[in-house]
């Protein structure tokens, strides 16, 4: 499975970005997806995660009510809305994916990354 992350960007504090996952190869399975994100010097962070069905999603408590995790499975997309951004927002966003029927928030427990994405959020 080959992930490709898009729709990182420079916004100020308070806007929004949504961030698109695009999935392809072997995507017949049932893969759960999520977000992660990073800054220089610190390990990856779990953001969001989802399941196939859409049906169950978990989030980060420093962005529930703020991100929404959701999936177009016709499309093989996942996306990331976030919406009111503030500057420790700002990372590299990456998704995953597994082969899971359950939502996972451990980075360990993703096989397939995507390359990553900017979001920077000035103050």
């Known amino acids: 499975v080959q992930l490709q992350a898009s729709g990182g960007g420079l916004v100020q504090a308070g806007g929004s970005l949504r961030l698109s996952c695009a999935t392809s190869?072997?995507?017949?399975?049932?893969?759960?997806m999520g977000w992660f994100r990073q800054v220089p010097g610190k390990e990856r962070e779990f953001v969001a995660t989802?399941?196939?069905?859409?049906?169950?999603?978990a989030y980060a408590a420093s962005v529930k009510g703020r991100f929404t995790i959701s999936r177009d499975n016709a499309k093989n997309t996942v996306y990331l809305q976030m919406n009111r951004l503030k500057p420790e927002d700002t990372a590299v966003y990456y998704c995953?994916?597994?082969?899971?029927?359950?939502?996972?928030?451990?980075?360990?427990?993703?096989?397939?990354w995507g390359q990553g994405t900017q979001v920077t959020v000035s103050s």
């Open positions: 995953a994916a597994v082969i899971s029927v359950k939502p996972l928030w451990e980075s360990q427990d993703y096989d397939y």
């Open positions: 190869g072997r995507t017949s399975s049932t893969y759960a």
């Open positions: 989802i399941t196939w069905s859409g049906g169950n999603s």
